[in-house]
């Protein structure tokens, strides 16, 4: 059975950071693209960040870049995001997801076969 099993996450105040895992069983996700999405109430799941599974190539959504990493160990089968300077607008619930996605699609959670359970992100001001 495959299961994306998320770990980290919490209250921080504003400009502290946070970093998430992701870890992967049931089967090798070397090849899946890995990708963290967040979803604050009444808002729909939005991209946050990617990183592909042969090269490591990652994207990040604008409002992300410059302070958000994502990273993953293949050897744990393990995604990482790595929050710096974090904002109140950071807030959300966080998710990771897994997939054999396509370049062009990649933002869009529809894509995505895996899915973990979520794990809320608070930033105080």
């Known amino acids: 059975q495959v299961q994306l099993v998320q770990s980290g996450g919490g209250l921080v105040q504003a400009g502290g950071s946070l970093r998430l895992s992701c870890a992967a069983s049931g089967r090798t996700f070397n090849r899946d693209v890995m990708g963290w999405f967040r979803q604050a109430p009444g808002e729909e799941r939005d991209f946050v960040a990617v990183?592909?599974?042969?090269?490591?190539?990652?994207y990040y959504a604008d409002s992300v870049k410059g302070r958000f990493t994502i990273s993953r160990d293949n050897a744990k089968n393990t995604v990482y995001l790595r929050m710096n300077s974090l904002k109140p607008e950071d807030t959300a619930v966080y998710y990771c997801a897994a997939g054999k996605v396509a370049g062009i699609f990649f933002s869009r959670p529809a894509r995505y076969d895996y899915w973990g359970q979520g794990t809320q992100v608070t930033v105080s001001s």
């Open positions: 990183i592909s599974g042969s090269s490591g190539t990652t």
